[in-house]
């Protein structure tokens, strides 16, 4: 669904496109000098449409793309306002003059018409030169780069997860027990025959919530009773054959991971048949769509043995999946709540709960509260506050800049990077109807239908076939709400 005009990526060049599509036609035929000159420039911009759609989707781009990226943004909002203010001087259609005075009139309208039709003449010309030099400037200066520079690859803190000792984990006792019992317990839905074979927990919840870990937690302690095991990550881009490898290895107790032999097919062919009358138990962790579980879940035969699955998800639809297709339960993952932020939180500075002196009680109150009882933001925070001198003016100047300076700092590089996959996740249409939230005041109480309609003012959506831009923008809203970031 293109539901938007406006994209975070192409600025207004789709309506630009547009605007300028509709300078080609019928109506406009008349201004003959200029219309090739129009259809270059359209063709022309179609193409850039494209690439900055394409660039849009690469979590680091290059620093010099994105120079390129931003001059592309700034130049579609000048052709903009040339072609509204060129459409509006020649939008009056002619009109029979009667009486003298009125065909003075006329005569000089008509010769405003022919100066503006003039000025979109040449002002297309200078447009077409600006984005020429732009992207000039962008090849020649991308050109001289003669060595390609290094850089150390971030390591993701969800791979770190698991190897955190419990001891060192806050209100994971909890949920643990919560999802070994969903895991024990009968499903009323099953026939009895299923009640002994294969039964899955699907944890849902947003990015740093602690997901991995607490799947990590309770494959550790039940793994043990099975014949097979298997811990797996899929991620947000994943390569099936190499899941599926993955898996092989790892219930099988020897190396496929380095092989290069087997399709798809042939890998899940392999694993039924090794899983075949044996006891499994199995995480499926940081699942993304609806069409990597379908591919994973044929690996897993329900047989007469016992077999336990767990996934972790941030999408409400890949958890529902996940659960209709075995006997399931779906388990939201919770925030940490006041008590236990603040012992993780303190834990992590000072040598004990106790030990946070008071001057930094109400400032570190504060900061959790900004943290949300989110796992992964309170880590990250501490991080950065324990290579900071424990001064009321320093925390203050951390607590202050949560949510708009932090993401310059390298003690929260990981946690920038978890919560950012989200948002690469995102088609650009949802992009742009994500950020305007941050129109809104911190804390504020935001109207889901005022919300929607300032969407479609801003021209973020418009209606399309049979519906309406509110029904699209209802769209927009829960599939916002399903992957989790409202």
């Not at 909890?174 to 317990?185: D, N, T, V």
Request: charged share 30%; hydrophobic share 40%; glycine share 6%.
């Amino acid at each position: 669904m293109e539901a938007a005009l406006v994209s975070v990526a192409t600025g207004v060049l789709k309506p630009v496109i547009g605007k300028l599509t509709v300078l080609l036609g019928n109506e406009y035929k008349r201004f003959k000098t200029v219309r090739k000159e129009i259809k270059s420039l359209t063709n022309e911009l179609a193409a850039m449409e494209a690439f900055l759609l394409k660039m849009s989707e690469e979590e680091d781009p290059d620093v010099q793309d994105k120079v390129w990226m931003n001059e592309v943004r700034e130049l579609s909002y000048d052709m903009e306002d040339a072609i509204d203010d060129f459409m509006q001087s020649i939008g009056d259609k002619d009109e029979k003059p009667d009486g003298f005075i009125e065909k003075i009139k006329n005569s000089l309208g008509k010769l405003g018409k022919m100066k503006a039709h003039r000025r979109i003449g040449k002002e297309i010309q200078d447009l077409k030169k600006q984005i020429k030099e732009v992207g000039e400037r962008n090849a020649r200066y991308k050109g001289r780069q003669t060595f390609t520079s290094t850089k150390n690859e971030t390591v993701d803190p969800r791979a770190l997860a698991i190897f955190e000792h419990a001891s060192n984990l806050v209100g994971i006792d909890e949920p643990k027990a919560e999802i070994i019992k969903l895991l024990a317990q009968e499903d009323v839905r099953a026939s009895e025959q299923q009640q002994q074979q294969l039964k899955i927990v699907s944890i849902v919840g947003s990015g740093g919530m602690g997901k991995t870990t607490l799947a990590n937690q309770v494959y550790k302690e039940l793994k043990g009773q099975y014949e097979c095991w298997a811990f797996v990550s899929v991620s947000r881009n994943p390569d099936m054959a190499n899941i599926l490898r993955t898996i092989l290895s790892e219930v099988a107790k020897k190396d496929y991971a380095t092989t290069e032999a087997g399709n798809i097919q042939q890998l899940i062919s392999e694993i039924i048949d090794f899983l075949a009358d044996k006891r499994y138990f199995v995480v499926v962790d940081d699942i993304w769509d609806v069409d990597t579980w379908d591919i994973i879940k044929r690996a897993f035969p329900a047989t007469s043995s016992t077999i336990r699955i767990i996934t972790t998800t941030r999408m409400n639809s890949v958890t529902h999946l996940c659960c209709s297709s075995f006997s399931g339960h779906i388990y939201n993952i919770r925030a940490l709540d006041m008590v236990h932020s603040r012992q993780l939180f303190h834990t992590r500075l000072f040598k004990s709960d106790e030990d946070c002196p008071s001057y930094l009680q109400e400032i570190s109150k504060q900061i959790l509260k900004k943290c949300d009882g989110l796992p992964l933001a309170i880590i990250a925070i501490s991080g950065l506050l324990a290579n900071t001198e424990k001064t009321k003016v320093l925390w203050n100047q951390v607590k202050d800049s949560i949510g708009h300076a932090l993401e310059r700092n390298p003690s929260v590089e990981g946690m920038m990077k978890i919560l950012s996959l989200s948002y690469f996740d995102l088609p650009p249409y949802l992009k742009i109807c994500l950020l305007y939230l941050s129109m809104y005041l911190e804390d504020s109480t935001i109207e889901k239908e005022d919300l929607i309609r300032r969407w479609i003012a801003e021209g973020f959506i418009h209606r399309e076939g049979r519906y309406t831009a509110y029904e699209l923008g209802e769209r927009c809203f829960n599939e916002l709400l399903n992957r989790g970031l409202i």
